[in-house]
């Protein structure tokens, strides 16, 4: 069993638990490929079927611990409730764009616009956690992340003030909330 | 319906005009980045959802597939976006790139 | 509808000569990659609005799927090539 460097693996005591909970990801990555098959393809002929079935059998067989690390069923809830972020990160990215947009057609441009860096410290620590906070942060116009290493610290470039003063509050809330991290 | 398809393309469109003339007015490579990175993802957003609504007409299981695939398409962009411009980034803060700031002429 | 598309993709191309003018004439080369990877995101809507002038939009959405993947991993490995070269970037800046 691979021991996931977020360190959520802890009990590899059992046999029996390791052969459940791997081959519990080996279902999940054989579903998830069959149904992009399905997607991708498009055509139910039985040939295609049994074609796609036997390629995704193989794909899972051999890569069920690169999607799904340690496989508990706290990924359920995280799975959950990262759908439910999912409608605010939206509303958000289209708020903040129209924010971009009226910068990037204003006239004097160059006196609203203020570039700095700003730093941070979180204390996320799991992988999945930080790199969701930094896809989130770099898709929400008027920031990027520049920097992002494994214990947390987060370097911003932030386009104006306005922009660079609504980080870390709500976002790093919510990113903790979903993955069951302290801020 | 169709009056709706017209709307979200003429937004993307919009959102496109904008990115571009972000890219060329930006003074800074930093700050190019904004527009070019994220502007274009939600143009691609409104673009895809009109052209799948406008797929969608002759509602069938083929145009429902290749209505799933388009978000597809989406998905993967709002997937890789943030990481090509997290890549150009870095490689322009290794190449040791400062970035503009206001002049403040204090002499 | 389809003189619609047409307008709206001949608007596209338009768009597209405004990033390439910062392909051309950026003044460092990651400037230039910013131009490439807003061609290419504008080449996907593109290839669908192609695939639906011409009534073939099943073949053409998977192009478009492929142009996607092509144009991400072309910029990845052109930002990974040009990580450490010093000397390049001599004026980034456009007063």
């Known amino acids: ?183 | 319906m169709d009056i709706l398809v017209i709307l979200l393309l003429l937004i993307g469109l919009l959102f496109f005009l904008g990115g571009a003339v972000g890219i060329i007015r930006m003074p800074d490579f930093y700050s190019r980045l904004h527009p070019a990175g994220k502007l274009d993802t939600l143009g691609i957003l409104a673009m895809v959802m009109g052209l799948a609504l406008y797929n969608l007409h002759h509602f069938s299981l083929e145009s429902l597939l290749l209505s799933i695939k388009m978000f597809l398409i989406v998905f993967f962009v709002f997937l890789a976006s943030p990481t090509a411009t997290h890549s150009i980034v870095d490689a322009g803060m290794r190449a040791g790139l400062r970035h503009w700031t206001k002049k403040k002429r204090k002499v | 509808m389809n003189i619609f598309f047409l307008s709206v993709a001949l608007g596209l191309c338009f768009l597209m000569l405004f990033s390439m003018y910062r392909t051309l004439f950026g003044p460092t080369v990651l400037d230039r990659l910013i131009g490439v990877n807003a061609i290419g995101s504008k080449t996907v809507i593109l290839l669908l609005l192609i695939g639906f002038l011409y009534e073939r939009i099943d073949m053409f959405v998977d192009i478009a799927l492929a142009y996607a993947f092509l144009n991400f991993i072309a910029v990845l490995a052109a930002s990974r090539y040009f990580h450490k070269r010093k000397g390049l970037y001599e004026e980034s800046f456009m007063d």
């Not at chain 1, 995704?56 to 359920?76: H, I, K, Q, W």
């Not at chain 1, 903040?96 to 006196?111: C, D, G, I, T, V």
């Not at chain 1, 570039?115 to 920031?143: C, E, V």
Request: hydrophobic letters at 50%; aromatic letters at 16%.
């Open chain 1, 1 to 183: 069993m691979t021991v996931s460097s977020n360190g959520i693996a802890k009990n590899d005591g059992k046999p029996t638990s390791t052969f459940f909970k791997s081959f519990f990801s080996f279902l999940i990555t054989f579903i998830l490929m069959f149904l992009s098959w399905l997607v991708l393809s498009g055509k139910f002929e039985p040939l295609l079927l049994w074609l796609g079935g036997i390629s995704s059998f193989l794909v899972a067989y051999y890569f069920y611990d690169l999607l799904f690390p340690a496989l508990e069923t706290g990924y359920v809830k995280i799975f959950f409730r990262f759908v439910q972020y999912c409608p605010w990160l939206i509303w958000e990215i289209i708020k903040a764009n129209f924010h971009l947009l009226y910068l990037s057609f204003h006239p004097r441009m160059k006196e609203l616009i203020d570039p700095h860096i700003i730093t941070f410290k979180s204390n996320l620590k799991s992988d999945i956690a930080i790199t969701t906070l930094a896809n989130s942060i770099t898709l929400t116009p008027g920031t990027i992340t520049v920097t992002a290493d494994s214990d947390g610290v987060f370097k911003v470039h932030a386009i104006d003030r306005e922009s660079a003063e609504a980080l870390p509050g709500i976002m790093l809330e919510k990113v903790a909330r979903i993955f069951g991290e302290e801020i």
